[in-house]
Each structure stands twice: as C-alpha cells, then as structure tokens.
C-alpha cells in the first residue's frame, strides 16, 4: 500500500485524532439490488474491514464503528440472526492482521446481550490485542448513548461521588478514549441515532450520501478534506 495512494493529496497533519463513522445505508444498498438486507450488511462488514484498515494506516489513533446498536435488536428475528452470524463468523478475521500490527481493539456496550460463543471471540481479540500501541478500533456492540449515559450516572452515585465532567467521563465506555474529533454518517441521513451523545458535543459532523457498502478510499479521503477545513473554537471565538 503505497501512501501517495492511502492519503491521495491529504494534507495529513490535518487529520482527526479520533474518526468514529455511523454505518448507515446496509439495507437499502441491498433493496436497489433487489438482494435480502442480510446481504447488505455482508457487503457492510467488507467495506468496515476496508475503512477500518485505510484510516489504522493513514495514522488515525482512533477509528470507533457503530456497528450493532441497542436499537438494532428489535429489528425481525431473522435480520437480527444474521447481524449475529456476521459478528460470529468476521470479528477476529476482520481484526486479526491489525492485531498483529499492534492494534488494541475495545468493544463499547452492553456485551452480556450476546450468546457465550460470539463474548468468547470478542474475549479473545480483547486478550490478544491489549498490548496494542499503534492504534485503538473500537466498536460499539449493542450500544447506545442514552444507556451509557444511564449507567454512568448511576455507577457514579452507587460509589458516592461528586458528579463533575471529568469523574462522569470515567465512567463512560470510552473512558481511556479522546472524544470523537469526527463523526462521519453515510446515507444521507443527518442525525446521531443515539451514538455517543456525550462524547460527540463538539465533535464535528460530515454526512455522505453514499451508502455504507459504497463507502471507499476516495470517499474517506472526501470527508478528512472536509474536516481539515473546518475552524474548531469549541463554542469560543
């Protein structure tokens, strides 16, 4: 992989510290194909392997992925099965060559929802990538920002502690984590869906209308341009 083609004109002293992405569009990327929706989210985890890999090398610190939300287990028992299936066979595959780059992976939510053998492989990349110093994936599995929120809160009050900014943030999942510089959305949808409410109050926003199993280099290299243009005042001047 040759830089000039990874960065493709990317100033890249202007990269974010920490890119999360909303991986929005699997669906309806399968419906114009006239393809099941489980096909959509195949095609979703290839392209995640991808962007996951692209920004790892670009010199990104962090890349955190929605890729399984509190919401997303009330969807049909059969597409929920699939969801399932997909983490079973590609979380360690997907992962394993960044491991052995010296990634660290976390996982961020509520892992007990998920049956003993899929908490078994997300055990093992958790063992096997905690020494991990050239960069964090961290992926959000039955996550939502709301329950993290919740949690934290009461954990907080569970141990007698004075509720400030910086005891709260310790409580979240993303505890050891920066605060998502960029949060990128695909599918032209402009909304958080209830991913890293607190995390994401001035973290800048880019949306694509490209669908998720669309999302390639060029586009990812499109969104950094967009966010080195951005001026960060952090609600000053």
């Not at 399932?84 to 960044?98: A, P, S, T, V």
């Not at 003993?116 to 939502?144: F, M, P, Q, T, W």
């Not at 984590?177 to 032209?188: A, E």
Request: proline share 3%.
């Amino acid at each position: 992989m040759k830089s000039k083609d990874l960065y493709n004109g990317l100033d890249k002293t202007k990269l974010p510290r920490h890119i999360a992405f909303i991986m929005d569009g699997n669906g309806r990327w399968a419906s114009k194909r006239m393809l099941p929706r489980k096909a959509g989210h195949k095609a979703g985890v290839k392209t995640m392997r991808k962007v996951i890999s692209d920004c790892v090398h670009m010199g990104i610190e962090v890349v955190s992925v929605y890729a399984f939300s509190t919401e997303n287990k009330f969807r049909p028992k059969d597409e929920v099965d699939a969801l399932m299936q997909l983490i079973r066979d590609n979380i360690y595959d997907m992962l394993k060559e960044l491991i052995a780059e010296g990634v660290k992976v976390t996982f961020m939510g509520d892992l007990s929802f998920f049956a003993a053998d899929i908490r078994e492989s997300l055990d093992k990349v958790l063992r096997e990538s905690s020494d991990g110093k050239k960069a964090v994936v961290n992926i959000a599995l039955n996550y939502g920002g709301r329950d993290e929120i919740l949690q934290a809160v009461n954990k907080c009050v569970q141990d007698g502690k004075t509720v400030t900014s910086e005891e709260f943030a310790r409580y979240l999942y993303t505890a050891d984590l920066p605060d998502p510089d960029l949060i990128v959305r695909t599918s032209g949808e402009c909304r958080l869906s209830n991913f890293m409410l607190y995390q994401a109050a001035y973290s800048e926003i880019v949306v694509t209308k490209t669908l998720w199993p669309d999302f390639d280099r060029n586009e990812l290299v499109d969104v950094l341009s967009e966010y080195a243009k951005r001026n960060r005042r952090y609600g000053k001047v």
